[in-house]
């Protein structure tokens, strides 16, 4: 059984049941507007994959070339001499001794 | 390519500073020069291809067609008629030059404003969430 879901147009088209005149472009930006405040709450789950570099301490995390657009990092896994991925601790003082700022 | 890191949970952690992550280890040599030694926390000095897997929550995508589906979980979708009726109301009292017009464009943007954080910040857990099942508390076996 399919999952009822609203389209644009549909959120456009019961919009316009008391604003007949408002502008198609103008309820879409509203409705990204709306996502955006949205994604504060969702619960929209993704993983990505990155390689690290020798020696690098820093690794951008909303990195456009990437494709990713990271809210919050709950977990972090590295790899290990198997290949597998290893869950690793979050470093709660972070106030290490040498800072690689590359 | 798999890493030369045979236990990361013991000797690897992370964390955040703004929007950057940091990785960082606790393995070195057994050299004293400054803080390259074992036990000091420093960036990992090997390279690995996809050596990191990161969890996250992500930013939902945007609209940009009247065809699309908005990217969030479909328990909210009426919701955004609210947000969209809340905006234009707000609108519609702020254009309007009749006083009455304008305050009954308001009340009406209240409520839809109402109805839009109701439905996120007071449901929205209740909306989101997916674990399932009843509740309940196992008393401990006393045998």
């Not at chain 2, 890493?3 to 004293?32: C, K, Q, Y």
């Not at chain 2, 390279?47 to 909210?76: C, F, K, M, R, W």
Request: charged share 25%.
């Amino acid at each position: 059984m399919a999952v009822h879901t609203l389209t644009v147009k549909q959120i456009i088209s019961r919009v316009r049941q008391v604003f007949p005149n408002a502008q198609e472009n103008y309820i879409m930006n509203l409705v990204n507007e709306a996502i955006v405040e949205l994604g504060k709450y969702n619960t929209k789950i993704e993983y990505a994959k990155a390689s690290t570099v020798a020696d690098q301490m820093w690794y951008t995390l909303s990195d456009d070339n990437a494709g990713v657009e990271i809210n919050k990092v709950f977990r972090v896994d590295f790899m290990d001499d198997d290949g597998d991925y290893i869950m690793i601790p979050r470093l709660l003082n972070a106030q290490v001794l040498k800072m690689d700022i590359t | 390519m798999a890493s030369d890191v045979s236990h990361p949970e013991n000797v690897m952690a992370w964390f955040i500073r703004g929007n950057h992550l940091a990785i960082v280890t606790t393995e070195g040599s057994s050299s004293t020069s400054t803080h390259s030694k074992l036990g000091d926390w420093k960036a990992v000095d090997s390279a690995t291809t996809d050596g990191l897997l990161i969890h996250y929550q992500a930013e939902p995508n945007s609209v940009s067609a009247i065809t699309n589906t908005p990217d969030v979980d479909n328990t909210l979708h009426s919701s955004l008629v609210d947000y969209v009726k809340f905006r234009l109301y707000q609108d519609k009292a702020g254009n309007s030059a009749d006083v009455n017009i304008s305050a009954i464009s308001m009340n009406l943007a209240k409520t839809h404003e109402n109805k839009w954080t109701e439905s996120i910040k007071r449901f929205g857990s209740k909306k989101r969430d997916k674990v399932g099942g009843d509740r309940r508390i196992m008393p401990p076996d006393l045998r």
